[in-house]
């Protein structure tokens, strides 16, 4: 007779426990990892405009985290810039350029104007969002889907290949 009160007690439990998290899911989980909500930041482009990753929300995000003085970040950059324009808007390219570690601001644009480069470049004056992506080298890529949620994270220069593959996983 115990072992039945028991029994049900716990089946009791286990039902009660299941329709609160089906009424009440967990909050998304926001992290740097696969699977994890990527954080929100806002930086200014070169250009003086604010972007921010909520604001590209609905769209997939190839976020690169790079610096001039970085060669596989300058080997990957023609590559960033065709696959932007192969998609013609259906993606958003966004390179995080760590300022804080560049000689000066005319460093990046003189490059970017090099490489005749249209995608977004923000400006990450004082390593604060490379630090909140945990960047520890260079270059980082982060696909994030329209949801804003982490797919893949890839540490090293892409190929054109590669990042349609990660774009088209997405």
Request: with cysteine.
């Amino acid at each position: 007779m115990m072992k039945k009160v028991l029994a049900i007690s716990i089946l009791v439990f286990l039902i009660g426990y299941a329709v609160f998290y089906a009424i009440n899911p967990a909050e998304e989980k926001v992290g740097v990892s696969e699977g994890s909500a990527a954080p929100n930041f806002e930086l200014t482009t070169i250009n003086g405009e604010e972007m921010s990753l909520a604001d590209l929300k609905g769209k997939k995000v190839m976020l690169n985290f790079w610096a001039t003085w970085c060669p596989p970040c300058r080997s990957e950059m023609p590559d960033m810039q065709k696959l932007y324009d192969d998609y013609n808007g259906e993606v958003v390219v966004a390179a995080v350029n760590l300022t804080s570690s560049e000689k000066n601001i005319e460093t990046v644009e003189s490059f970017v104007n090099e490489l005749n480069l249209t995608f977004p470049i923000l400006l990450d004056k004082k390593g604060k969002i490379n630090n909140q992506f945990e960047i520890i080298s260079y270059p980082t890529t982060y696909f994030i889907d329209e949801e804003g949620i982490i797919q893949t994270k890839f540490v090293g220069a892409l190929t054109y290949d590669q990042m349609n593959t990660f774009i088209r996983e997405l």
